[in-house]
Structure formats: structure tokens, C-alpha cells
């Protein structure tokens, strides 16, 4: 069996259907088992109550960039082999992408504002990420302003390209930069360096459970995508009828 067979709508579909309540199911378990579990740790004995935003702005962050990657790639796909589902997959993304960069940015303002004294600061990675997030409302917007949705997934593939700078500096900005009041990586494959297995596990959870709710949510959404574009094809032969 291809993996391309699985650019065919129907296809899709028909795939997706049966895998949509399995991915529902685990993304909400995991999900609220990370959450719950995380907030009941106990308290960091520097950070205080406030560690346990990790829970939430960590999985978040970690989203943010890796939902940027995946819509490069299914542009990508686009552009090299014209398949429709990728160029909605990518499209259907952005919105969670959005949010979940909203998400790491606002918890990060809430936990660094104890932590450095300060809501915002002008850090590398910081930065980086809000550009992240305006590349995210861009993209959204592009796709928007476009009629034609070949070339809007043509145009926005290129908005793709350019913004996965932003997604790697947002990854990276703290081994770039050595100056910023951001941290380093929450976790580390170093020993000396890893977090206490107490906020580890959960966090680990938190995190797997987050990206099973990112593909819960754009198998949803594609889905949608599909549906409007039957939809708008049905309405565009009944008009030349």
C-alpha cells in the first residue's frame, strides 16, 4: 500500500472515519491525564506553584513549531506532486498552530512574569516566536484574501518556506543566542540536566496527549476542507447547468 493513496479524498475519508473517534478518545485521556496529574505534583522548591505551567506552556510551544514543520511539508507536497488533501491539511493546521502559539506565549508572559520580573521581554526566542504567530495569522490570512484555492496553496506554500526560519530560530534561539532571560530546554537527553522524573512523566503525557488533540483536530478540519470543496464543485456545475 502507498502513502499516496491517501492524497485521494475519498480515500481519506474513508481512512479517517474510522481513526477519528480512536484519536478523539486518546487525545482527551492523555490530555487531562497530563494536566491533572501535572497540577497535583508538588510545588518546584525555586519556582514555587508556577512550575506547574509547564504542563500546559511546554506541550503548547512544542506544537506551535512542530504544526509549522508539518505544514511545510504538506506544502511541499503540494507544490512537488499537486495533491489536494495536503494543500487542505496544511491549510486546516494553521488555525491550531495559531492557537497553540497563542497558548505558549500567554503562558509563557504568566510564568515568566514571577520568574524574571517582567510580563515581555525582548528575548530571542521570544521574538522569534511572536513572529512565529504573526507568520501563523498571515498564512491564515492569505489563504482568506485568495479565491482561487490552487493559488492561494501556491502562495501560502511559499509563506510556508519563509516562515520555517522563524520555526527553527524558535526552536534553537537559545543555542544561537547566549544573551535572553529565556531557559534552556525544559528536557534534555544530558542526565545532569534532566528534568526530576516527578514533572517529567506527566509532562511527557501532557505532551503526547497534545499532539494526539493536533490530529484530532486537523483530521477534523481536513475533513471540513474536503466537504466545503465537493460542496463549492456541486454548486459550480449546478450554476453551468
Known amino acids: ?21 480512536w484519536l478523539v478518545v486518546s ?15 508538588p ?10 505551567i509547564v504542563f500546559l506552556h511546554v506541550p503548547a510551544a512544542l506544537m506551535a513549531i512542530n504544526i509549522w ?20 491539511a496544511a491549510k486546516a493546521a494553521a488555525p491550531i498552530g495559531a ?12 510564568w515568566g512574569q514571577p520568574m524574571w520580573g517582567t510580563w515581555w521581554e525582548w528575548d530571542p526566542r521570544l521574538t522569534s516566536f511572536l513572529i512565529l504567530f504573526l507568520f501563523y495569522v498571515g498564512y491564515i490570512a492569505l489563504w482568506s484574501a485568495i ?9 501560502t506554500g511559499v509563506v510556508c518556506l519563509v516562515g520555517s526560519v522563524f520555526a527553527l530560530l524558535s526552536r534553537y534561539a537559545v543555542l544561537f543566542w547566549n544573551q535572553g532571560l529565556h531557559q534552556g530546554a525544559s528536557l534534555s537527553v544530558q542526565s545532569g540536566e534532566r528534568m526530576s522524573a516527578t514533572y517529567r512523566h506527566p509532562l511527557y503525557l501532557s ?8 490530529l484530532a483536530l486537523v483530521v477534523i478540519r481536513t475533513r471540513t476542507e474536503i466537504r466545503k470543496r465537493r460542496l463549492a464543485a456541486l454548486q459550480a456545475q449546478e450554476a453551468r447547468a
Open 147 to 155: 479565491e482561487d484555492p490552487d493559488s492561494a496553496a501556491d502562495l
Open 27 to 41: 487525545a482527551a485521556i492523555c490530555v487531562t491525564g497530563g494536566l491533572v496529574w501535572g497540577f497535583l505534583t
Open 99 to 110: 492557537v497553540m502559539t497563542l497558548i505558549a506565549l500567554i503562558t509563557g508572559a504568566i
Open 69 to 88: 514543520v508539518m505544514m511545510l511539508v504538506a506544502s511541499l507536497i503540494w507544490i512537488i506532486r499537486r495533491h489536494h488533501v495536503s494543500a487542505l
Open 207 to 214: 505532551m503526547i496527549g497534545f499532539a494526539l488533540l493536533f
Open 43 to 52: 510545588d518546584d522548591y525555586r519556582q514555587g506553584s508556577t512550575v506547574k
Open 1 to 21: 500500500m502507498s502513502l499516496w493513496e491517501y492524497a485521494n479524498p475519498a480515500k481519506f475519508m474513508r481512512t479517517t472515519d474510522r481513526a477519528l473517534p
